[in-house]
T-cell receptor
């Protein structure tokens, strides 16, 4: 089955700096890559996703890039703010699958 | 607005007890999922269901069973709870339109087995 690896496991940045979280996947059939954000004590929520026919997608301060050849995708957060502090999970899925394969999560701390 | 609820936020049980965790969604979603979340291990899929009375094993089904008698409700059952099942349990639901459908999560149940 699919194996998704996520790095780093923890990340601390100064407010205003950028943060990058990277994920790799093993199954070349995977073609959908969502990112979920889980704030402390709350449920995970989808923040952005990308499909394999697109190399990059942006939504305000958040962007995701995908390199299908290398089988990796990344989340970029620019101008970080304290409210960006959370655990971020990447995931992968493929046509015909009902479920997502999640990475192990990255705890991002934005230092004011 | 999708609403996924779980029966308890916190639960304390003793080893050997039978435990029921309930999940209800109000958006007529076909797919429902049970995950457990442990530090450093992320979200691991226990079971999912794609229709009433249908279920599929996830990555870590051992020690668990599930029940889906109604479309809106998906139950996780620990037949005989053990201490290594102490964890945060998250339920999620999604449409059955395809693998790109957003999963909506419940608030989680933190289960402690003594």
């Amino acid at each position: 089955g699919e194996n998704v690896e996520q790095h780093p496991s923890t990340l601390s940045v100064q407010e205003g700096d950028s943060a990058v979280i990277k994920c790799t996947y093993s199954d070349s059939a995977s073609n959908y890559f969502p990112w979920y954000k889980q704030e402390l004590g709350k449920r995970p929520q989808l923040i952005i996703d990308i499909r394999s026919n697109v190399g990059e997608k942006k939504d305000q301060r958040i962007a995701v890039t995908l390199n299908k050849t290398a089988k990796h995708f990344s989340l970029h957060i620019t101008e970080t703010q304290p409210e960006d502090s959370a655990v971020y999970f990447c995931a992968a899925s493929m046509t015909g699958a009902n479920n997502l394969f999640f990475g192990t999560g990255t705890r991002l701390t934005v230092i004011p | 607005d999708v609403k996924v609820t779980q029966s308890s936020r916190y639960l304390v049980k003793r080893t050997g007890e039978k435990v029921f965790l309930e999940c209800v969604q109000d958006m007529d979603h076909e797919n429902m999922f049970w995950y457990r979340q442990d530090p450093g291990l992320g979200l691991r899929l226990i079971y999912f269901s794609y229709d009433v009375k249908m279920k599929e094993k996830g990555d870590i089904p051992e020690g668990y069973s599930v029940s889906r008698e109604k479309k809106e409700r998906f139950s996780l059952i620990l037949e005989s709870a053990s201490t290594n099942q102490t964890s945060m349990y998250l339920c999620a639901s999604a449409l059955a339109g395809g693998h790109t459908d957003t999963q909506y999560f419940g608030p989680g149940t933190r289960l402690t087995v003594l």
